[in-house]
């Protein structure tokens, strides 16, 4: 028995489960896959809150970019993740 030998268990990432968190949480759901994605775009979603709040409504023209970008890069995230699973099992 060869002691390099040695048994990784990963598991795959929930593409639903990913896209509800970001769903509900917006950019702080991008967490769910990356840990930079999830503080630049909490960020984001952060300020576009503010100045949101701050001009009575009109800032939500900024928050649902910001809200459609965390869904995607959290698609592309998830989609990049199991891909690489996949790759490194064969």
Do not use: C, R
């Not at 048994?7 to 795959?12: A, N």
Request: glycine share 12%; charged share 10%.
């Amino acid at each position: 028995m060869d002691k390099e030998a040695a048994i990784i268990l990963t598991q795959s990432k929930s593409m639903a489960a990913g896209m509800i968190i970001t769903w509900f949480f917006g950019g702080l759901g991008v967490f769910y896959v990356s840990i930079l994605g999830g503080l630049l775009l909490g960020g984001l979603e952060l300020v576009a809150w503010i100045i949101t709040f701050a001009t009575f409504g009109i800032g939500v023209f900024l928050l649902i970019p910001v809200h459609i970008v965390a869904l995607i890069w959290t698609y592309l995230g998830v989609k990049k993740h199991n891909n690489n699973l996949l790759a490194t099992m064969a």
